[in-house]
């Protein structure tokens, strides 16, 4: 079964998530950034909400970081303090894949004694041309080769473009199948829409992200999760 990652900024927005059956809430801060992270105090308050469900998982966005390792581990670290079962980190500063590697091996060694508990997510963004970032195709094998639990493709720049727009259907299949072989969980995001969600049936990832579209008016930004529009989403995939 498809999971349904919705993410909200604070505690009501992630009540209404899981009130309209998500799988996993993704708190991040869109206002830094696609994966712009949310304050640790934030994190923590919606992580005890979580945990009232059974079943029920949270992961954090760490943000689109930069070629930082030591910050980026760090931050990894504080985050995995958080207890969350997911942490995404976007590789928007690695600019090679062995760059990218290194970066991705010292969050993992910052966040080894959470071994089992905590699932590292690295994420690439489908136009990474305009973003000026590593090749999305490129995620799974430097998932693999760090030891990440999740190859994630994700849009950097949100300005109503979305996965589809850069990367084909058969390009979105290869990622996928990339991801698979090496025994890596595949999540795809991107200003993902309801209409989408026939084409992400067949490509059969093993998470949808979204927030976008589970927000009043499609507003990210301004906009509030609804139940409603969650519960719609969430059909979609039965």
């Known amino acids: 079964m498809i999971k349904l ?7 009501e ?21 696609s994966l712009g992270a949310n304050f640790p105090w934030v994190i923590t308050e919606i992580q005890k909400l979580v945990k009232k469900y ?33 942490i995404k980190v976007g590789l928007k500063g690695p600019k090679t894949k062995k760059d990218a590697i290194f970066f ?26 305009r973003f000026g970032t590593i090749e999305p195709l490129l995620i799974p ?12 493709v994700d849009t950097g720049i949100k300005d109503g473009k979305n996965l589809f727009d850069f990367m084909s259907e058969e390009q979105i299949k290869i990622f996928v199948e990339k991801t698979l072989k090496n025994d890596i969980i595949v999540a795809l995001a991107g200003s993902i829409r309801k209409d989408h969600f026939p084409k992400l049936k067949e490509i059969k990832p093993h998470i949808i992200g979204l927030r976008g579209a589970a927000c009043e008016k499609s507003d990210r930004l ?17």
Do not use: W
């Open 141 to 152: 094998e430097i998932a693999a080769e760090s030891g990440a639990d999740v190859a994630m």
């Open 13 to 33: 927005e992630a009540q209404n998530a899981i009130n309209g059956g998500a799988d996993i809430i993704d708190v991040k801060n869109p206002v830094e950034g």
């Open 104 to 129: 991705m091996k010292q969050i993992i060694r910052a966040v080894s004694e959470y071994k089992g508990q905590v699932k590292i997510v690295v994420a690439g963004y489908a136009d990474y041309k």
């Open 222 to 238: 301004h906009g509030k999760i609804r139940v409603e529009l969650v519960k719609e989403l969430k059909s979609l995939l039965k």
């Open 54 to 86: 059974n079943g029920l998982e949270i992961s954090a966005t760490l943000g689109d970081f930069p070629n930082l390792p030591g910050t980026a581990s760090l931050a990894a670290l504080g985050m995995a303090n958080c207890n969350v079962d997911y």
């Open 5 to 11: 990652l919705v993410s909200p900024i604070n505690l």
